[in-house]
């Protein structure tokens, strides 16, 4: 006879369940959003679990039937998984340009065995933005022997939060191949209005270019890259900066038109997008309509913009996935060139986990979209 269960252990399997169902509907709510990353892009470590659950439970002959909800929620937490692996074929035939000789876009050995490589530690950086205070910069070093294009990097945060210092993986896995990056700290809302982010931008550009040698990038090769908030600065920038050091633009997951988004504001929504938007640009569209013009990329895309790359998932709660839609339509309408990727499970925040569905799949698309649209690719040889 098998040991008896714990009590609560039948409804560990239907708690399993219900956090399984995140895999797949959306979240009504910012908690809710953090445990639908953990079912889409963690899940594959969570489906063992509930199978062993489901296992226990059907050894006895009183709880076996609830072995049914902890076994469905090993498949739902799985399912990204599996989603991942099928979009991967799909993205490799539909964006060949993207192809990388180092990886696929998607490997179910990743999911539990990741390669992780060593990087140069990252190093602070002071920048100058008088009369305000000087900026931050966490840049790592590429391990490339010759000056090193440099991607410089816009944080998540809903204009009013986030750090430099987060999503740090992909800044180590980029210096392994040989590009050098320098993630920002830009200015928060309310108390620094659009286009104080952009001013920053401008302040940080400079600072790598007078600082390229002693960096060891090249000052002619920078890339925007950008996440929610970020991506929103970074497709701004890059479209209306003209500057000309400024090769490419990445944005996951980013507000491409604010003045589409204040259409659709509302106060109780998830992240009470009415008020982040007000307290970003100043007011309203009829109030300030030059900072929604000149923060909205759509409004300032021509065909001469830099490339872009934009990834985002379809079921994201925070930022409609018509953003990048709309956006990549308006680039090929106009003769820009755009590469879009959008994935089906994903929700916001898609590539938290470097080794999960979303992660592998949005790395291998930026490894691609770099080799494509810099002129030469870096040396990726460690320095001796």
């Known amino acids: 006879m098998p040991r008896p269960l714990p009590r609560f252990f039948p409804w560990l399997g239907v708690l ?3 956090w399984s169902l ?10 809710l959003w953090l445990l639908a990353i953990g079912a889409t892009e963690f899940g594959h470590w969570l489906a063992p679990a509930c199978l062993c659950v489901a296992l226990l439970l059907a050894r006895h002959p009183n709880a076996r039937a609830w072995c049914i909800p902890a076994g469905c929620a090993a498949l739902l937490f799985f399912s990204p998984s599996l989603r991942a692996w099928a979009c991967a074929r799909d993205f490799s035939r539909a964006h060949p340009e993207l192809a990388t000789p ?8 990743k999911l539990w065995i990741p390669h992780t490589g060593s990087s140069p530690a990252p190093e602070k950086l002071a920048v100058n933005s008088s009369p305000h205070p000087p900026l931050e910069l966490v840049f790592t070093r590429s391990a490339s022997r010759t000056p090193a294009p ?14 430099a210092d987060e999503f740090r993986p992909l800044s180590r896995h980029l210096s392994g191949l040989g ?21 920053d931008v401008v302040a940080a550009l400079q600072h790598l270019e007078s600082h390229a040698s002693e960096l060891g990038i090249d000052p002619s090769q920078f890339v925007l890259l950008g996440r929610s908030a970020g991506g929103q600065i970074a497709e701004a920038c890059a479209y209306g900066l003209n500057h000309p050091a400024i ?39 009829e109030e300030v309509p030059d900072a929604y013009r000149s923060s909205s990329a759509i409004a300032l895309a021509n065909p001469q913009s830099p490339p872009t790359l934009l990834l985002h998932g379809s079921r994201d709660e925070l930022v409609w996935v018509l953003q990048s839609r709309r956006l990549h339509a308006h680039l090929q309408k ?23 569905p979303g992660g592998q799949i949005s790395t291998w698309a930026v490894e691609g979209f ?6 030469t690719p870096p040396n990726r040889e460690v320095p001796r």
């Open 370 to 375: 770099l080799r494509r649209i810099l002129p």
């Open 179 to 199: 590009y050098a990056s320098a993630a920002l700290e830009y200015r928060l809302a309310p108390a620094a209005r659009w286009p104080a982010q952009r001013d």
């Open 247 to 285: 090769r490419g633009v990445i944005a996951f997951y980013a507000p491409a038109d604010l003045i589409f988004a204040r259409q659709f504001a509302r106060s109780d929504d998830v992240l009470n997008s009415l008020k982040l938007l007000r307290d970003f640009l100043g007011g309203d569209p």
């Open 22 to 31: 995140l895999a797949v509907f959306p979240a009504p709510h910012v908690f």
């Open 150 to 163: 440099c991607l410089l990097i816009l944080h998540t945060g809903g204009w009013n939060s986030g750090s």
């Open 16 to 18: 399993l369940a219900v």
């Open 102 to 109: 180092s990886s696929p876009p998607f490997s179910f050995r």
């Open 334 to 356: 106009i003769g820009a060139q755009s590469h879009f990727l959008e994935l089906p499970w994903a929700t916001h925040a898609f590539d938290f986990n470097p080794h999960g």
